[in-house]
């Protein structure tokens, strides 16, 4: 195995040249932990851990490596000879697609999802996840990361034929035009698709809810039961079987970002994913009487001409305005100080809660001394 069999091209080839200096290596991140990371150097996996400028210095969560980045390494030797050979990241390459999305509650950082994807599998269920409006913020969220999108119905044997027609025919209605592939984890219907959909040396992601059948789409691809699946609870929701993001090595020859389900879809700051998924309206707008038209009462307004006429779903149309007042809050509420702040903030925090710790355990010995 090679770097170029995980991926690196000539485009990353050259931004390697640029930003890592001649000590330093390029490797990819294969997992983040919440206290290291895991990266691939194209013969082994090696832990690696980050450089303090990463949280002073970062002005955004961006910033910061995730599933799928190429990074730069210096390599160090273990301290004792019972550890194992460890490395730091002194820089993240520039990426060429990046998914990320709102962090979840009332936080308004990003949450990084994968970068250097080629493709997104966004995999829904036929029968209780489904729904076109989830559908469309899947695919802002794709389309900003400049992310080809594959759409995967599952869960295919528990839905009659005509219904999964109708399905289909809703989201033609909908205006959106994706590849689609059929699946049924239990009768094996589609995965050869999926298996011929995976080319060498690309990288994929699956993206959606918990219990949509990620975990069992993944064991078929291995061709083994390495992922965990458990069954959907009894009100339909998901139950989380994956617990992080990891980049794994397929026989076929590409790799395959597995990640938690999504409980919740919140959209971040976006323009090009609401413009290619929405372009249906942002056309129709092109045609109101006046450019700055609100869509409301103005006359000469075709929006509330195709929504009167059946020929803009009047839904469709609501969840656009939904999401893109979403992407306008988080833009005004999500100050560069302020990402700045709350970066340095980190380090800082753990710092003294490590402090805090030695005091206490200086606290106690003392203590038992005096007794």
């Known amino acids: 195995m090679s770097l170029s069999d995980i991926g690196l091209d000539s485009w990353f080839e050259e931004h390697a040249k640029a ?23 194209g013969y082994e996996e090696l832990s690696a851990e980050l450089l303090g400028k990463f949280f002073y210095g970062a002005e955004r969560a961006t910033a910061f490596p995730c599933v799928g980045d190429w990074v730069c390494l210096e390599h160090h030797d273990a301290k ?7 490395a730091s990241i002194h820089t993240v390459l520039p990426r060429k697609t990046l998914l990320k999305r709102k962090a979840s509650g009332y936080d308004d950082e990003f949450q990084l999802l994968a970068a250097n994807v080629d493709t997104a599998l966004i995999v829904m269920a ?3 996840d ?3 409006r989830k559908l469309e913020r899947f695919l802002v969220l794709v389309n900003e990361g400049k992310v080809e999108p594959v759409l995967i119905l599952t869960k295919t044997d528990l839905m009659h034929p005509e219904d999964i027609e109708d399905l289909l025919f809703d989201i033609e209605d909908a205006g959106i035009h994706i590849k689609t592939i059929q699946l049924s984890n239990k009768t094996g219907e589609g995965v050869d698709k999926v298996k011929a959909l995976i080319q060498p040396k690309k990288t994929y992601c699956m993206i959606g809810s918990s219990g949509v059948g990620k975990s069992s ?8 039961e390495q992922f965990e699946t458990q069954e959907v609870s009894a009100n339909g929701e998901g139950r989380h079987t994956t617990v992080r993001r990891h980049l794994i090595l397929l026989e076929q020859g590409g790799m395959l970002v597995d990640m938690p389900g999504v409980r919740e879809l919140a959209i971040a700051e976006v323009s090009e994913g609401i413009e ?13 009487r006046f450019s700055n038209c609100g869509h409301s009462n103005e006359p000469g307004c075709a929006i509330v001409a195709a929504i009167e006429n059946d020929k803009l779903d009047i839904d469709h149309y609501d969840n656009y305005l939904k ?25 800082a925090e753990s710092k003294t809660r490590n402090k805090k ?13 005096k007794h």
Do not use: W
Request: charged share 30%; aromatic share 6%; glycine share 2%.
């Open 19 to 41: 930003f890592c200096v001649e000590s330093q290596s390029v490797a990819r991140v294969v997992a983040v932990d919440r206290d290291r990371l895991v990266v691939h150097n």
């Open 80 to 86: 004792t000879a019972s550890a194992k050979p460890f």
């Open 126 to 128: 036929c029968d209780y």
């Open 130 to 132: 489904f729904h076109v």
């Open 217 to 224: 789409l993944m064991n078929q691809l291995l061709g083994s």
């Open 276 to 288: 290619e998924s929405f372009e249906d309206i942002l056309e129709l707008a092109l045609s109101c």
């Open 323 to 347: 999401i893109q007042k979403e992407s306008a809050h988080h833009k005004t509420t999500y100050p560069k100080e302020r990402r700045k702040g709350k970066n340095a903030s980190r380090l």
């Open 357 to 369: 710790q030695r005091l206490t355990e200086a606290q106690l010995k003392e203590a038992k001394l």
